[in-house]
Each structure stands twice: as structure tokens, then as C-alpha cells.
């Protein structure tokens, strides 16, 4: 889902520096082998998550669903030197091609990955962190935020991902549709936590970047 003109995100994505070819044949394969190939960060939001990191120079990362690892590369490009990326993904099926492109790239010695339930994984992993991008099931995103807040470094960056989940946040939502019910909450959540400060943007599928005060 994107919510800006074609020739406006085509405009916006030509004046956007390019991705690395290690990232351009990872979106190509991911494309090509994987069912939901369009949950792949890509490009555009790529480059956004990877200036964002840049700009926060994190020592410690957390992503909650890494998918193909695209994200996650893009996300390392901004840590410090000796710093570390933490991403989860409950998917085994996909750790073959995390693994070869975590390898293939300079930050291979940076990445941990972790297999399983986030909820269960993210209490032990006992860091303060510096910058978060949430981007897995969308029913457990207060659960995750919940989890993370007071792990957070004061100026620390949480990136959430699809927060307008398919233009669903605005019109009358189902009882029974738990992911954008939960996503609403969120976003109400961002918006009015007195210990963070937020902006949404409405960038593909909607990204939220949240400073943590």
C-alpha cells in the first residue's frame, strides 16, 4: 500500500541515493523465492531506515522482524563502530537467506539473529538500546513497545512499521479485526505517552518515528 501518487513516489525514489547491489539482489530474490515478497522494506524506506540510523548512531539496535534481512542491513549501516543489531523472526524458513546475506555483507559480525516468539526473546537480551524498528505481527505491537520503552536510551529512536495498515486506521473498524484495532491503539499510545515524541509519516504502508525523551 502506498498513499502518495505513483509519479510523486517515482519522482521521490529517483532523488533518493541508491542501494548498495548487495541490497538491490536481495529485494530481486526476495521477490522471487518468497510468498509476500511486498513486505520487504525495499529502496525507498530502506534508505530512509538506514539515514535515520546514521543520524542516531546507535552502539545497539533492536529489530523486531527481519524477514529476508534487508531492513537489517540497511539498519547496520548506521552503527558505531563495535555497535550490534539484534533482529527477530519467529520464520525458520527464512534464516537461509538472512544467513547468506547477513554473510555476504560487511556487518555480518554485527548481526545477531534470534529465532522465535519476540516476547520471549526480548527480555533476555538485557542492553539498553538506541534505536528499535518494530515490524513483525501487528497484534503485539503494544506488547512489544511495552517491552522495549524502559530498555530505551533517553534519545532513542523506535521506528514502527505499517502503522496505517492499508488505509484501515481511518475508517470504522471491525470488533473482530484484531491487527488494525491493535495498530489504533498503538498509534494512540505514540501519540500521547508523555515519555516519547512522535511524527507519522506517510510513507508506504505509514512508518512512525518516535524519540524516546
Keep these: 500500500m502506498d ?6 513516489g517515482k519522482y521521490t525514489e529517483d532523488h533518493t541515493s541508491k542501494e548498495s547491489d548487495l541490497l538491490k539482489e536481495l529485494d530481486n ?14 529502496h525507498y524506506q530502506g534508505r530512509l531506515l538506514s539515514l535515520i540510523s546514521k543520524l542516531v548512531k546507535p552502539k545497539v539496535i533492536l529489530e523486531i522482524g527481519t524477514y529476508t534481512g534487508y531492513s537489517a542491513i540497511c539498519l547496520a549501516e548506521g552503527l558505531v563502530k563495535g555497535g550490534v543489531l539484534h533482529t527477530i523472526d519467529k520464520n525458520e524458513e527464512l534464516s537461509s537467506i538472512q544467513k547468506e ?13 534470534h529465532t522465535g516468539n519476540a516476547l520471549d526473546i526480548i527480555p533476555n537480551i538485557d542492553v539498553k538500546l ?8 501487528k497484534g503485539n505491537y503494544v506488547n512489544y513497545y511495552n517491552q522495549i520503552i524502559d530498555k530505551m536510551n533517553s534519545g532513542g529512536v ?10 484501515k486506521v481511518i475508517e470504522p473498524i471491525d470488533s473482530k479485526d484484531i491487527d488494525t484495532l491493535a495498530i489504533d ?5 505514540l501519540a500521547s505517552d508523555p515519555r516519547v515524541e512522535t511524527i507519522m509519516l506517510p510513507i508506504r504502508d505509514g512508518i512512525s518515528i518516535t524519540r524516546v525523551l
Excluded at 498513499?3 to 510523486?8: A, D, M, S, T
Excluded at 546475506?101 to 539473529?113: N, R, V
Design 3 to 8: 498513499f502518495i501518487k505513483e509519479k510523486i
Design 130 to 137: 538506541d534505536l528499535v524498528f518494530i515490524d513483525a505481527d
Design 185 to 189: 491503539k498503538f498509534n494512540k499510545i
Design 158 to 167: 523506535i521506528l514502527s512499521d505499517n502503522v496505517l495498515w492499508y488505509g
Design 29 to 42: 530474490i526476495t521477490w522471487q523465492k518468497i510468498l509476500q515478497p511486498h513486505m520487504i522494506s525495499g
Design 101 to 113: 546475506y547477513f554473510g555476504k555483507s560487511e556487518y555480518s559480525e554485527s548481526i545477531i539473529t
